[in-house]
């Protein structure tokens, strides 16, 4: 197994240190996808300037790609898409024969990891998935109960393979994958991602450029955000039917 994993990256580059570095030891290439204009027509260098900071202590397993968004604000998951298939295309001409896609905000234990990697050395799938947990505002403050939607994990990477809205279980619609035919979801005592999404410097800037359509309620997300307490509310408008439960910082974000 060659094993590529592909971060997404616009902003959010406050986590991207910590979520490589968990995962580094266990693939072969990390590819770097970033794009200086957002899914919303904005524009940033948040990614140029981290990669300025950090490329003396960057791995000899990175590369590093840009990505230009097509001129159309309305359709940002078919941006998403076609984004992620250039990844997938750049990871097949690194010889991966394997792949994951991710974000800055992505992290996931490293000894489970491992253990699953070394699961399907030996157990083949087309797809495999894992459930996730949010967090918001605080890095110790988890979402519950468990998002009702998956996370592609470790897939593999073949001449025919596409990044579509198709999958066995309920994804983003811009992390389908086609084609397969056998397929694993990990349970949660094995393998689980933890989405760190509402952890951000500026959540004002997430909002703004978040591919899904919040827009219209941003101002309202965001002043939540700001002015949350946890002892006065366990739940958040954000995340209708989920409540607030405290746990530890698992990766001392």
């Not at 300025?52 to 790609?65: A, F, M, Q, T």
């Not at 694993?184 to 500026?202: A, C, N, P, Q």
Request: proline residues 5%; positive net charge.
């Amino acid at each position: 197994m060659r094993l590529g994993i592909f971060y997404t990256i616009y902003n959010g580059t406050e986590l991207l240190n910590g979520a490589i570095r968990n995962i580094l030891p266990y693939v072969d290439v990390v590819l770097l996808h970033y794009q200086t204009t957002s899914n919303r027509g904005h524009k940033s260098d948040e990614f140029e300037k981290w990669y300025e900071e950090n490329r003396d202590i960057l791995s000899d397993k990175i590369r590093v790609l840009k990505y230009k968004p097509r001129n159309d604000w309305q359709a940002t998951k078919k941006n998403e898409r076609i984004k992620h298939n250039q990844a997938i295309d750049f990871l097949r001409k690194e010889g991966c024969t394997h792949f994951m896609m991710s974000a800055c905000d992505h992290y996931y234990n490293p000894f489970e990891f491992k253990a699953a990697k070394e699961y399907l050395k030996s157990n083949e799938f087309d797809v495999t998935w894992t459930k996730m947990y949010t967090y918001y505002k605080n890095p110790t403050w988890q979402l519950t109960p468990m998002e009702d939607y998956y996370m592609p994990f470790i897939n593999k990477l073949t001449p025919e393979t596409k990044i579509c809205s198709r999958f066995p279980v309920r994804v983003d619609p811009s992390c389908g994958i086609a084609p397969y035919k056998s397929y694993k979801g990990f349970d949660e005592k094995e393998m689980v991602m933890h989405h760190y999404s509402m952890i951000r410097t500026d959540i004002r800037n997430k909002f703004k450029n978040a591919a899904a359509s919040i827009n219209w309620k941003a101002e309202q997300f965001v002043n939540e955000y700001e002015n949350y307490d946890i002892k006065e509310n366990p739940g958040v408008s954000y995340f209708q039917g989920r409540k607030i439960k405290v746990v530890p910082n698992w990766f001392n974000i």
